[in-house]
């Protein structure tokens, strides 16, 4: 059972609670304005008859007491953020302040907003659908210019009518297929298999762009799944070090001696490097370093980047080279030929011949390297960047799912269609093509899932 009404008047701090200029205790719902009357008090008076769309300077009043002066904003419905009449409290921003002020608000009777809930009643009253709520999350998360610039373009609605352009068109297919079974006397289906098996085709391709646009967007958000390579002793956590700017792994002369994979993230201009350190990978006969190595060879074929090490200041073995060109063929791949601040041992020529990459030269002791290097991932992962430079939403994985569910079902009228089936079969998978699609901006979404996307919220949004 839910524990709370959707016609509560709710009430939460909105602004975050550290100590700052200004704090906003935000009030959402039909007794909005009330409730801030009981609570202000304008020109030494109890405020009475607050109006709407107005600014008022006044004092917040618990009791007699005077927690604050503040400035309070009143929004009516259907014109505000909530699409309910909303009052703004903003007072100056202190954590125990702030709690005492909506406490006063509280008292005069508010419910406390659960997480998400004004954006709750943004979706429900159909100022926002639900990915562009899922938006508002992603841009208050944002930590990078990507992050924020495709999170504002979810906002604005690009991501929602893409999907929705691709759910009326299949409507209109249904639509159409429906009136030719009612009415099959003036609506002749003749040549409809083929019309439908072209869009069907259409609609699957944008829908693998999205799926391949959501992939490359999880590089840009979650960070570049990067994994240092090669033998022991090559200088993996110097390296790691070096691109961290600490001294976090442990650094030894043993070889062997990194076991425990460790992931730290590093920002290489609009990228995140997400960089895991490995044991070197070589036969072992030690068990606790066998672990570590079977720990980095899962970590690298997860990877999205391979930095992979050899040793300048050392002959490398056919061997050796064999295993980094194994690793180095089907990833992307760096290759770093590290300590060329020693005598050069290594034989660059045979480097080049058996893993086809041109080595890049590296100082873990010196820097050496390191631009050259960041230098190269940027152009290595700038060709998955929109074509136009513009980053657009892109899906998320309650999405991908949906659209993987969509394409699914669209593969299934593909099917229905080659195998000469009668055409009022398509529609049961083409209407569930249109639910989970539907599911993706709001409509059709069930309450679960409404509550469970709400929920990742914090508290006064
Ligand atoms: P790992 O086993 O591949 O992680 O290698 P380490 O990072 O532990 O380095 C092994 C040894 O090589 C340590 O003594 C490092 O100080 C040394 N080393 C690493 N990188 C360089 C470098 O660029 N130049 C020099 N001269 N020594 C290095």
């Not at 419905?77 to 006063?104: F, I, M, N, W």
């Not at 929705?164 to 249904?174: F, Q």
């Not at 069907?200 to 829908?207: C, F, G, M, N, W």
């Amino acid at each position: 059972m839910k524990q709370y009404r959707d016609d509560d008047t709710i009430a939460a701090i909105s602004s975050g609670m550290t100590e700052a200029g200004i704090g906003i205790v935000r009030v959402s719902g039909p007794e909005a304005l009330k409730i801030a009357e009981k609570t202000v008090r304008i020109g030494g008076k109890p405020a009475s008859d607050l109006q709407a769309n107005t600014v008022h300077v006044g004092l917040l009043m618990q009791g007699d007491t005077v927690l604050d002066q503040a400035v309070v904003l009143t929004m009516r419905a259907p014109k505000s953020y909530t699409g309910e009449d909303v009052v703004e409290l903003q007072c100056h921003g202190g954590p125990y302040l702030l709690r005492r002020v909506l406490q006063t608000v509280l008292d005069a009777g508010a419910r406390l907003a659960m997480p998400g809930e004004f954006t709750r009643r943004a979706f429900l009253n159909g100022r926002m659908d639900l990915s562009q709520a899922e938006a508002v999350m992603d841009l208050i998360g944002s930590h990078s210019e990507y992050e924020r610039a495709s999170a504002m373009d979810q906002l604005s609605g690009s991501f929602s009518s893409r999907i929705n352009d691709l759910r009326s068109r299949i409507l209109y297919e249904t639509a159409f297929l429906e009136a030719a079974v009612d009415d099959p006397e003036h609506i002749s289906t003749e040549g409809y298999a083929e019309r439908l098996a072209a869009v069907v085709k259409e609609i699957r391709a944008q829908i693998a762009d999205m799926i391949q646009a959501a992939e490359n967007a999880r590089v840009f958000k979650a960070g570049i799944r990067t994994v240092i390579l090669g033998s022991p002793n090559v200088g993996k956590s110097s390296i790691l070090n070096l691109l961290l700017g600490s001294e976090r792994a442990i650094v030894t002369e043993i070889p062997g001696t990194t076991r425990d994979v460790l992931e730290e993230a590093v920002r290489v201009g609009d990228l995140t490097l997400l960089l895991a350190d490995t044991a070197g990978i070589r036969r072992s006969e030690d068990t606790v370093e066998r672990i570590g190595i079977e720990l980095a060879e899962k970590k690298a074929e997860a990877a999205d980047l391979i930095l992979y090490v050899i040793d300048a200041a050392q002959p490398a073995s056919q061997q050796e080279l064999m295993q980094a060109a194994k690793w180095v063929k089907n990833k992307k791949a760096i290759l770093l030929l590290n300590k060329t601040d020693l005598p050069q041992a290594a034989d660059v020529g045979a480097i080049r011949e058996i893993t086809g990459l041109e080595p890049l030269s590296f100082s873990a002791r010196t820097g050496e390297g390191r631009k050259e290097l960041y230098d190269k991932i940027l152009t290595i992962f700038s060709d998955m960047l929109p074509a136009s430079g513009e980053y657009e939403a892109a899906a998320n994985l309650r999405h991908l799912e949906e659209l993987r569910t969509a394409d699914k079902s669209l593969a299934l009228v593909e099917e229905a269609i080659a195998a000469g089936m009668p055409e009022d079969l398509f529609t049961i998978d083409l209407m569930d093509a249109y639910t989970a699609l539907s599911r993706i901006v709001g409509d059709a979404a069930s309450e679960a899932l409404v509550d469970e996307i709400f929920s990742k919220f914090c508290m006064g949004k």
